[in-house]
T-cell receptor
């Protein structure tokens, strides 16, 4: 079992709709959770970080964390074509600064 | 805030030469930086963890004598690819750890092509 799992996609969402990206993790010692966006040929860009159970909103983005279910998600409201990218879920484990990445979900917003 | 730069953004070199890549945290101090490599359509692969003032910690399978890392200050880490070969051609990305938030911020990457 992979430590961080994401559906590789591609996930296609109409423009203006809500895109929902999901991630599960296996280590219950995971303490910090991140969503990065990576455009083709570019480096990852931090979208959201979340550390405690519940929702965290930033503009059109909402991260949701459920530690009991070992599940973290990212919602993108009012999706725009510029949101088309690969979204990487990453976690850190207590006592370890290294990020463990999922394989990423490729999102395409259809105009 | 939390800007990380890399230089150069792109480099082409001949086989057998060495290439140095710089990673700088521009608006924060980073005692820890990381170096990644990414091949086309593949995931990021962590190569090493760079700690200011101490030796880097390399991931399994990464040759420390080939990929020299120096973290001489709280804002600068360098990666030197020694005796580069075509199979070293890749996208090299650094990140800097903002210690107060436990968050890694990535540089824009360096695309290395070895002829």
């Amino acid at each position: 079992q992979k430590e961080v799992e994401q559906n590789s996609g591609p996930l296609s969402v109409p423009e203006g709709a809500i895109a929902s990206l999901n991630c599960t993790y296996s280590d219950r010692g995971s303490q910090s959770f991140f969503w990065y966006r990576q455009y083709s040929g570019k480096s990852p860009e931090l979208i959201m970080s979340i550390y405690s159970n519940g929702d965290k909103e930033d503009g059109r983005f909402t991260a949701q964390l459920n530690k009991a279910s070992q599940y973290v998600s990212l919602l993108i409201r009012d999706s725009q074509p510029s949101d088309s990218a690969t979204y990487l879920c990453a976690v850190t484990i207590i006592g370890n600064e290294k990020l463990t990445f999922g394989t990423g979900t490729r999102l395409t917003i259809i105009p | 805030g939390a800007v990380v730069s890399q230089h150069p953004s792109r480099v082409i070199c001949k086989s057998g030469t060495s290439v140095k890549i710089e990673c700088r945290s521009l608006d924060f101090q980073a005692t820890t930086m990381f170096w990644y490599r990414q091949f086309p359509k593949q995931s990021l692969m962590l190569m090493a963890t760079s700690n200011e003032g101490s030796k880097a910690t390399y991931e399994q399978g990464v040759e420390k004598d080939k990929f020299l890392i120096n973290h001489a200050s709280l804002t600068l880490s360098t990666l030197t690819v020694t005796s580069a070969h075509p199979e070293d051609s890749s996208f090299y990305i650094c990140s800097a750890l903002a210690g107060d938030t436990d968050t890694q911020y990535f540089g824009p990457g360096t695309r290395l092509t070895v002829l």
